[in-house]
């Protein structure tokens, strides 16, 4: 049994890919459940008033071009969902700072907050240190304060859109995700 596993850790490695520990697959998916175009069309839409932005950082959004030019540029799958990770839950708190306690949105982004929360357990747990240098920069660049300069206006649905895109890119084929 433990050949066969090593096998295909083996195969894995030479294909480029790193696989994803069980508990991020399962809150990738809870992820995706919370994720659905209803829920982000009635939370970060229709309660919000026409047209309505939040600024954020252009690091702030992560699209699956730019994943698809850092992969080119081999960054490994690991460092992807790690800068996946740090940009995400940024922008949900981005989104959760314009919201009163009172919006119909704020239990909805609480309960995001909450799955990027153990979502960053899991990645305490597995790696920290070994991110390639552009994905650690780019971290560094999304959780620096004074970097208001570079900010640009993204309505919330969007912010949501791209996470979930660039999120079933990522996992989709080693946790299993359906489109």
Request: aromatic fraction near 8%; charge should be neutral; include cysteine.
């Amino acid at each position: 049994m433990q050949q066969g596993y090593a096998a295909v850790l083996c195969v894995l490695a030479v294909l480029g890919l790193e696989a994803t520990a069980p508990g991020e697959c399962e809150l990738t998916r809870l992820l995706q459940d919370k994720l659905q175009y209803e829920m982000r069309l009635q939370y970060m839409k229709h309660y919000f008033p026409i047209d309505y932005t939040v600024r954020v950082q252009y690091e702030e959004v992560l699209r699956p071009s730019n994943i698809t030019r850092l992969r080119n540029g081999t960054v490994s799958e690991a460092a992807l969902r790690y800068l996946w990770f740090h940009v995400s839950s940024q922008a949900v708190l981005r989104i959760r700072e314009v919201l009163p306690e009172k919006h119909p949105s704020w239990k909805y982004t609480q309960e995001l907050c909450q799955l990027f929360d153990a979502l960053g357990e899991e990645y305490s747990k597995y790696r920290q240190t070994d991110v390639e240098a552009v994905v650690a920069d780019l971290v560094k660049l999304v959780h620096s304060a004074g970097a208001e300069s570079r900010s640009k206006a993204v309505r919330p649905k969007a912010l949501l859109d791209n996470c979930l895109k660039v999120m079933r890119m990522l996992y989709g084929v080693p946790c299993e995700l359906g489109s």
